[in-house]
């Protein structure tokens, strides 16, 4: 059932209409907005908003477990196209190459290197907090966890842009969105790592090896700049100086792209073989 799971939230992640996306992430938003306004301490209004869900829904697992196993494979679907459906990876992706298609670029190689290294790194993490971090809770500990670190993950960045958007917050909300922030890091420290080593079984081995080999038992090693490292190291993409910049920046994103798929692959050949051969 676990490689049926994460078929449906590939399936989910790159294939499902924007309309049903915003339908199926609408529940868990709004848990996340009244567990918000709940009066109690920040810490226990971030195990509200986590963990509370995560219990239901292993309760609510056990108890069909003992009706019939389809049941169980049901809610845990709902679950994980819930999860992998609210994504915002492909939206950003498809509006950055609107943006540059619209844009009047300066015969500047600084500017276009800027904006490419800027939308790679944002592709990188969106990829890594959307899809490779979900999945790996996902078949580590069952759609439980994947729905963990999904809320986590959203209360965090709505914490994130609450501080980006005011000058100053007083100290308890400081604390807050610090308590998320750290969870979510925690969180993100083994998928990270299991991401840079894929990128180098899916890209040039040796130079990635290099990156990351001397970092990525590091417990202070940024999770972000270690796969960014890690993805530069495997494929270098840089833009053609022949194409127009909109058509370069597009063209060398598409290479990043091919980079993070070819990881994924490598992802579920090791389910497929964990799945088929579970001795191993």
């Not at 950055?96 to 009047?104: C, I, K, L, R």
């Not at 969180?187 to 840079?196: C, G, S, T, V």
């Not at 290479?255 to 001795?279: D, I, N, Y």
Request: proline share 5%; with cysteine; aromatic share 8%.
């Amino acid at each position: 059932m676990t490689l049926l799971l994460a078929l449906i939230a590939i399936a989910a992640y790159f294939s499902m209409p924007e309309e049903w996306r915003l339908r199926l992430s609408t529940p868990l938003p709004h848990w996340l907005g009244w567990s918000h306004r709940v009066p109690v301490g920040n810490s226990l209004r971030l195990a509200i908003a986590v963990i509370v869900p995560m219990i239901i829904l292993a309760v609510a697992l056990q108890l069909l477990d003992e009706l019939a196993s389809i049941f169980v494979f049901l809610l845990s679907a709902v679950i994980v196209i819930a999860v992998f459906g609210d994504s915002q990876a492909n939206r950003i992706f498809q509006q950055n190459q609107a943006e540059w298609a619209g844009s009047e670029w300066p015969s500047d190689d600084e500017l276009l290197e800027n904006a490419l290294s800027l939308a790679r790194q944002h592709h990188l993490r969106s990829q890594l907090n959307e899809l490779f971090a979900p999945l790996f809770w996902l078949l580590l500990a069952t759609p439980v966890a994947a729905l963990g670190y999904y809320l986590l993950r959203r209360v965090a960045f709505d914490e994130q842009a609450v501080e980006l958007s005011t000058e100053a917050g007083d100290d308890a909300a400081a604390s807050e969105e610090s308590l998320a922030v750290i969870c979510l890091r925690l969180a993100d420290w083994i998928p990270a790592r299991l991401l840079a080593l894929s990128f180098a079984l899916a890209g040039n081995f040796t130079s990635t090896w290099a990156a990351i080999s001397g970092r990525i038992l590091r417990t202070e090693t940024v999770a972000y700049e270690l796969i960014d490292d890690a993805a530069e190291a495997a494929e270098p993409i840089a833009i053609d100086p022949s194409l127009t910049p909109a058509v370069g920046l597009a063209t060398a994103m598409h290479q990043l792209e091919s980079l993070l798929q070819r990881a994924l692959v490598v992802w579920m050949v090791f389910l497929a073989v964990k799945t088929l051969w579970p001795g191993m």
